[in-house]
Structures are given as C-alpha cells and as structure tokens.
C-alpha cells in the first residue's frame, strides 16, 4: 500500500486544488423572445431551439 513519505504543505495543497474551483455555466441570449437561456439548449421561455419551435407553448 502507498503511504506519503512527509505532510502535504498547505502551499502545495492549495496549488493542487487551484483547478478544482467551480466556474459559472455559460448563458445565451434567445434570438427570438431575447430570455437568457443555457446555450445548446430549447428556450425554456419561447420553446425555440435554433429558429425552430420544439416545444409547444401555450402562451399564444
């Protein structure tokens, strides 16, 4: 079994987990209502996904 031959020092500990942070997720804006909406993804506002309706609303 693998054991550490000395402590971690915090430098070197943090410097590892320096990638580990969580980023915010992208946002795009929806070319027909303008909502702000995950990108590759069906409007959840409009149900509009590149132009197309894929979701029927019932709004209208």
Known sequence: MAV???????????MRRAHDAISAPGISICPQCQEPKMPHRACSNCGTYKGKEVISSNES
């Open 4 to 14: 550490p031959k000395g402590k971690t020092s915090k430098s070197k500990k943090n």
